[in-house]
């Protein structure tokens, strides 16, 4: 295992055109759960010059305007320009509806334990959670740096400072190590887009992302760049308007960004765009909860907890720790911490974070503030995976 590496890893704003398509998913979400917690969806969106493509199956027990969302949506992340906006984009559908299934209308607050084990996963997957010592939301420092990054972008677009800065972003951080321990910032990515009135030449481009968005978010850093940190502002020159008039965007098509930013491994299945029954999704959240406890605990200064899960069984057929040589017990007994502490079951998830309810408590819904700067290691949203409440237990 290397102790000494360079390691990066990137992030986009919200008007990123595969972060606007998630945040329409789980908008679409957010809307049937706010509807009626027990519903049933999975939904898909894609975006380029134009035109918006949803297509989303559904348990038709709910009245939801799929076209009003996206354009609801694409005006918040603030896309205006003639070649996409909320307005005149055309937006297509493919909606298929589902037979009613009563097999998931449980009150899971209201199961007794050997209730919760009858309810059983309707999809595989092999999902993953991890922590670490190197951020105080136990995060590693590349994905850390790169959504500070790209939330700072999308913060002087709407303050205001930046006026000529379009929806969508990009950066990237990498990291120097040694010992497995954060030593230096090695170098700065941040790609901007423009209008096309007004646009600064590339020089004030860069002098005015130095100083509002690189800056400011190191400020507060612990590990600062140094004379050897190469900062890179739109390397490749102008560019101009960006968003789905350049590049399409797809449902699911940033998982790393999502996660971890490749520092650890994630499941190849998309987060957003999906209801909590599906345990690809909400089985993310559980091992990163997991994960967090053993790390916060001191349990392991690194903490992969990997699940995987089987159709027609409640209890994941696979529950392993992976602490890279950095765990104070054994990876064999951590995992036996993890069986004994944690509910990995469908059922025990949806109670233990309460899913299904927390869009209708949630102001300005839940899952769709998911869907851009990562579903993991949050400090704005009091996300219940996030918790280390289990650390006493250990």
Known sequence: MKKDFMFTSESVTEGHPDKLCDQISDAIVDRFLQQDPYARVITECAASTGIVFIAARFEPNTNVDFTNIARQVIDQVGYEQTEFN???????????????????????????????????????????????????????????????????ISEVRRQNLLSYLTPDGKTQVGVEYKNRRPYRIHSITVIASQNKAGKPDLKQLQDDIRETVIYPVFDDEEIKPDEKTRIFINPDGPFIVGGPAVHSGLTGRKNAIDTYGEYSKHSGSALSGKDPIRIDRVGAYVARYAAKNIVAANLADECEVQLSYSIGLARPVSVQAETFGTGKISDEDITVLLEKHFDFRLAGILKEFNLRHLPSLTKGGFYRKLAAYGHVGRQDIDLPWEKIDKVGLF
Not at 89 to 95: D, F, Q
Not at 114 to 125: C, F, G, L, S, Y
């Open 86 to 152: 909320g307005k005149n984009c055309s937006i297509l559908t493919s909606l298929k509806e589902l037979s009613p299934n009563p097999y998931h209308l449980f009150n899971e607050h209201k199961l007794s334990d050997a209730e919760i084990e009858q309810i059983t996963v309707t999809n595989q997957a092999t999902v993953f959670g991890f922590a670490c010592h190197q951020t105080p939301t136990l995060m590693p420092l590349p994905i850390w740096l790169a959504h500070k990054l790209a939330r700072q």
